[in-house]
């Protein structure tokens, strides 16, 4: 069985682990705050999952989902994540993150400082531009009309391709942006950032975003 390491247990993390264990995968969910203060998170998702620390779910996780706050994304442990798939679900808030002056200027992206990190590893966006309650809420089967899609993006042809079906099992479909270089696209406050679209207006949004807010 596939295991999901989720290496911060906020919204977006507890989201993705309930959805994930409800599909079938296994999870091994981490905070900054230690194991022991996710036990009452573990108890709800039942036997497949299981707290540890980040470390530890990253050795653990086949693929994994990075979700912290932007200012602690030196702080995910590559070594444990070399050759793995890590999936960065990641926003930039500069009340929170303070100013990064690459991402102010529009020559970074956050997923391309987490690659840059993560140097062994294949980054793909996903799950950016959805509202943690939507994601276990909004699926839907696929083919339903007004299906709502979601963006991932990658400089790795598997990564994109593992998002894609990880989206689709979740209820989603995908439109895919191309390299992490194009993942501003979906960044906060363009207009594809957190509203229910389809794949036809997502793909609008993403043409019509600024480089720079």
Known sequence: ?????II?????????????????YDVVISNSRGP???AELVAELGPRARAATAGEAAAAADFAVVTVPLKSYRDVPADALAGKVVIDTNNY?????????ALD???ATT???LQEHLADSRVAKGFNHIAAPDITSDGTPAGTE???????????ADAAALVTGLYDEFGFDTINIGPLSESWRVERDRPAYVVRQNAAELTANLAKA???I
Do not use: C, F
């Open 8 to 24: 911060g247990a906020g919204h977006i993390g507890s989201q993705i682990a309930r959805k994930s264990v409800q599909l079938g």
């Open 105 to 107: 200027d529009g020559e």
């Open 1 to 5: 069985m596939t295991t999901i390491g």
């Open 146 to 156: 007004n299906r709502r899609a979601l963006a991932t993006a990658s400089d790795h």
């Open 210 to 212: 600024p480089r720079t």
């Open 93 to 101: 808030y500069w009340e929170r993150d303070g100013h990064i002056p």
């Open 36 to 38: 022991e203060t996710l």
């Open 111 to 113: 997923s391309g400082l």
